[in-house]
């Protein structure tokens, strides 16, 4: 039956993959299934992303709970797509493949799952099951003496109110009624909430209403009496569903002081009372009751609380002075500390020492061991230097033969313990191995799960963006405070380069500075094309070695002339724990270190260190991609300028003002140009141009059409000669040749006001003439465009720009600047040149990029050059 449902859209574009993610890990919290979110998320993740990014098509995504577990549904609108089938005769598909990832996750983390098809959509579900519960057994409780019972009235009244669906009271008992003074034909058909006097606790939102909506409930409130008065009651809801599938709730409610009535017992008895039990079942029992009889009941839950139980119990058990005790890692070769007690736990904790510390018995963690004293024996018991520790007994924790842990007590006195106690630890260890075993794996597991839903988050930050210096700060943010507690991250430009210190982050924003100044004085690593994490003690030794000349200064001179020590010494705190450097390596190529530190006394985890290194391999591609797409970046910028002139001449007699505005990212090349230049004494060419497309192609027409619209013009060709000449050049690149719209003229200056001007216009945006009285016209006729056609003629247009005229010459993304079905177009940009009479060059310009930028609200998809001469008056 299903209890909860949510659903939501998400549009085929890449950012929904996150969005549906999200949705999913807010819907399950929201149900409390925080068992489940983990997968759910990355089975989420990969379906959509089939959806979305594969299929190209909307997804829903629909979240359904029952009382077993929940279902996920991921429906698109393209059943045309199948569900890959493993062909028998190939090898199935690697993790690594992208085609049927998603369902390859789904047979390995869901409990089941299927695709169904419709006519107009596919749906991919999956089922996750809740994990199995300790199902709650009656309690009973001992005999208590009479004045430790609970004090109720003498008579005790529990009133039953059936509430339906809509809110409104179906059913109210008499002791309703005795309780409000409020019969119940007064009450039947009425909202519960006229009755109710319910808490409002600042920061919450759940009322009445919402209660009411849950399957079961227990708390206080008010109801109203008859009289005016609010009684305080205590309250169990229970909704229920009738026959026909109505549902609706009972409420039984006590005196708030006669709540032991109906209060639920806090923690279930572990006795079921089930009668006589089976001889496997009296096994499992004398088992449970041997690790019972050791940790305690109830055993806590998780694995650090019965792990710190366990030494706790150890220390007791033998009256030492401290206990400790390390789980092995998964190859076996180390140990890692994981609970200690008596010693110093947080620099102890997850320490590393080896399995195998030496020959015979005594330097195996695999075989028990006592030591009188261990310091006679230096290195005996490294996690016990300079603690004040001399007798040791040490037991392996074995499960099926295999090593999993060591559990040892310590005490100052030497001499304290013999093989009898070793023994007794033995068997004490033999009865919590497979509980210890068992809590580790279980945590484990959890742990992967988490650092798979972890990884799929990191890859989509990484992924959306190409800009280095965002990428070196999702990563530290992304280690910072979830895997350390600071980090560094350092780059290589170049193979043989120095590493250079690019990024430093920590979890207290006071220390980054200091942090940052610490590692500028410290020599950076070194550079290691081996993958793994390795130590590097570099920044705790410089910060220590500065901490103790600060103090000693300060204690020596004993003034103010010494800055006080406390900066130092906080800062040799902060990196005074373990710190690791993770090579990163793209493309078989070491571009940088991602370093990560503790504070003094702590390490990291086994399993943080994989996450971290998972973490690197990643981040160093995405590092390594937004180096090359700013390299390609700053190369085509380099070649779009040029393929501008440097600088404009100052033409006498006339304004002259250009405005070039480049469309996307900046890591393409434009095919819009303009120049302006001297041809020879009083003659002046100018020239504004588009060639078809962009990149390298479209570059080198460029560069060709305004170094030989120089070179002719300076030969004495005229316009029409020019552009003919140019087009037989254009068509000569054969297959890289591009057409070109080119507007292109010669302006004279005249000795008494004016300008004489001669165009020809070959395919492009006529250009527009102002004059004084605010009329707009073209100042050319349309020709062919270049590089289409062989045998070209063209002619050229004479007119004389009069004092306080304007010519206006602008490229195609000025007049197809569209909005929707709207273009702006010749008519739109001569409506906006009236508009400008008696403004100078630059205003006339600028005036018309504003229009065109606020004609649409969409940035500009095409480049934009507008050129603007004008006779002063």
């Not at 005074?576 to 793209?586: D, F, R, S, Y």
């Not at 391999?617 to 991609?625: F, H, I, S, V």
């Not at 380099?638 to 006339?654: K, M, N, T, Y």
């Not at 095919?671 to 004494?681: A, K, T, V």
Request: glycine share 10%; net charge negative; aromatic share 4%.
């Amino acid at each position: 039956m299903i209890t909860a449902r949510a659903a939501a859209t998400f549009e085929p574009v890449g950012r929904s993959v996150a969005a549906a993610r999200a949705f999913v890990r807010d819907t399950l919290q929201g149900w409390g299934l925080s068992d489940v979110v983990d997968d759910a998320v990355v089975l989420t993740s990969e379906l959509v992303t089939n959806a979305v990014v594969h299929a190209g098509t909307s997804a829903e995504v629909r979240c359904l709970r029952d009382t077993g577990g929940v279902r996920v549904e991921v429906v698109d609108r393209y059943p045309e797509r199948e569900v890959p089938l493993r062909d028998e005769t190939h090898a199935p598909p690697g993790p690594d493949r992208e085609g049927g990832r998603g369902l390859l996750l789904c047979a390995a983390l869901a409990a089941r799952w299927g695709v169904d098809y419709t006519a107009g959509d596919k749906r991919v579900w999956f089922r996750l099951d809740l994990p199995e519960r300790p199902v709650g057994t009656r309690a009973a409780g001992p005999a208590l003496p009479d004045e430790a019972l609970p004090v109720a009235d003498r008579r005790v009244r529990v009133a039953v109110v059936q509430v339906d669906s809509a809110g409104r009271v179906a059913a109210w008992n008499d002791d309703a009624a005795a309780l409000t003074g409020r019969p119940p034909e007064r009450v039947t058909g009425r909202p519960l909430t006229d009755f109710v006097a319910w808490p409002h606790t600042p920061g919450t939102g759940t009322g009445i209403a919402e209660a009411l909506l849950l399957s079961r409930w227990e708390g206080t409130y008010g109801l109203r009496g008859a009289d005016g008065r609010t009684l305080p009651v205590y309250a169990s809801h229970l909704r229920i569903r009738d026959a026909e599938g109505e549902p609706s709730t009972v409420c039984l409610l006590v005196r708030d002081h006669e709540r032991a009535v109906l209060q639920s017992p806090l923690r279930p008895s572990t006795d079921s009372g089930q009668g006589p039990k089976t001889g496997a079942a009296e096994s499992r029992e004398r088992t449970a009751d041997a690790f019972e009889t050791f940790i305690g009941s109830p055993a806590p839950e998780d694995l650090d609380g019965l792990l710190q139980r366990t030494v706790e119990r150890a220390r007791d058990m033998l009256d030492g002075d401290a206990a400790f005790l390390l789980l092995a890692t998964d190859d076996e070769t180390e140990l890692e500390v994981r609970a200690s007690t008596g010693l110093p736990a947080a620099r102890q904790r997850f320490a590393r020492v080896p399995v195998e510390a030496g020959s015979g018995r005594y330097g195996s963690a695999r075989l028990p061991s006592v030591h009188d004293d261990v310091t006679a024996v230096p290195g005996a018991a490294p996690l016990l230097d300079d603690t004040g520790m001399r007798a040791v007994v040490t037991v392996p924790l074995k499960v099926e033969g295999r090593l999993t842990g060591s559990l040892g007590v310590a005490a100052e006195t030497p001499g304290r313990y013999s093989n009898e106690e070793a023994l007794r630890l033995q068997f004490a260890a033999d009865r919590i191995a497979l509980a210890v075993e068992s809590a580790r794996l279980t945590e484990l597991e959890r742990l992967r799960r988490g650092s798979l839903s972890f990884l799929v988050e990191a890859s989509d930050l990484l992924a959306g963006t190409l800009d280095r210096d965002q990428t070196l700060a999702l990563m530290a943010q992304m280690t910072v405070p979830t895997l350390a507690t600071w980090c560094a991250v350092y780059t290589i430009a170049e193979p043989n380069a120095e590493p250079e210190l690019s990024y430093v982050l920590h979890e207290d924003e006071d220390r980054i500075d200091d942090l940052k100044a610490l590692l500028t004085k410290v020599s950076p690593p070194e550079p290691v094309l081996a993958p793994g994490a390795r130590g590097w003690s570099a920044p705790a030794d410089a910060a220590h070695s500065s901490a103790m000349r600060t103090s000693m200064r300060s204690l020596l001179l004993g003034d103010d002339t010494v800055a006080a020590p406390g900066a130092t010494l906080a800062t040799a705190f902060a990196v005074g724990g373990e710190t690791v450097v993770l090579p990163l390596v793209a493309r078989n190529r070491v571009i940088g270190m991602l370093t990560l530190g503790k504070p003094t006394d702590e390490r990291f985890r086994q399993e943080i260190l994989e996450l971290a290194e998972d973490l690197s391999r990643r981040a160093a591609l995405a590092l390594d991609n937004a180096r090359l797409y700013s390299e390609r970046t700053a190369i085509s910028q380099s070649l779009q300028r040029s393929l501008l002139p440097p600088e404009l001449p100052e033409v006498p007699g006339v304004e002259v003002e250009v405005i070039y505005r480049a469309a996307g990212e900046g890591n393409e090349v434009g095919g819009d140009f303009y120049d302006l230049f001297p041809i020879r004494e009083g003659a002046y060419g100018f020239a504004i141009g588009d060639v078809c497309g962009t990149g390298p192609e479209a570059a080198a027409v460029t560069g060709l059409a305004r170094h030989a619209l120089r070179l002719l013009a300076r030969e004495g060709f005229t316009g029409p000669a020019v552009l003919e000449r140019l087009n037989a050049a254009i068509l000569d690149e054969g297959a890289r040749s591009r057409f070109l719209t080119l507007l292109y003229g010669e302006l004279w200056p005249q000795a008494g006001g004016g300008a004489l001007l001669k165009v020809v216009c070959a395919g492009h945006p006529l250009p527009l003439r102002l004059r004084q009285d605010g009329s707009v016209e073209p100042a050319a006729e349309p020709q062919p465009l270049l590089g289409v056609m062989e045998d070209l003629e063209l002619h050229e247009q004479t007119f004389t720009l009069d004092p306080g005229d304007v010519l206006l010459c602008v490229t195609d993304g000025v007049t197809e600047r569209r909005e929707g079905t709207r273009m702006l177009g010749d008519d739109g940009l001569a409506e906006c040149l009236t508009t400008c009479t008696g403004l100078n060059a630059g205003a006339v310009a600028a005036r018309v990029m504003r229009a065109v930028e606020r004609f649409a609200a969409d940035a500009p998809s095409d480049d934009m050059a507008i050129l603007a001469m004008r006779v002063p008056e």
